[in-house]
């Protein structure tokens, strides 16, 4: 159900792309390789590195928040919170140089992008 109503809150912006459904999975997937460099820059201790990925992966979250439409239901406000949930787990991944932070984000944008290829899935049976 949670991902009926996160393909509803995403598939009414209009987008000026191929689809808003590939414009979604492309972020996530962004967030996952920007996050796994992340990951390996801390433990090869490259800051310079480790801090461009994560803020590559705060824009990618940001662009996320402001792409939603809140007239859709509640499911915006949720996505909004669990979107700013993961930036501040970035930031307190650059600031204490935490693998455990970035272990998290990468669990939950793992979840966001397989329940949002199964309801896009979903949507074109």
Do not use: C, P
């Amino acid at each position: 159900m949670r991902s009926n109503l996160a393909y509803s809150a995403y598939s009414q912006n209009n987008v000026s792309i191929e689809s808003s459904e590939k414009l979604i999975k492309m972020l996530y997937e962004g967030i996952l390789r920007f996050v796994s460099q992340a990951k390996r820059s801390i433990e090869e201790n490259d800051i310079e590195k480790k801090t461009y990925w994560i803020n590559r992966t705060t824009a990618i979250f940001s662009e996320l928040i402001n792409s939603l439409n809140y007239d859709g239901g509640q499911i915006a406000h949720y996505l909004s919170g669990l979107y700013v949930h993961q930036i501040k787990s970035l930031t307190e991944a650059n600031m204490y140089n935490d693998v455990s932070k970035l272990e998290e984000v990468l669990s939950v944008t793992k979840e966001l992008l397989q329940a949002w290829r199964d309801e896009t899935d979903y949507a074109v049976d």
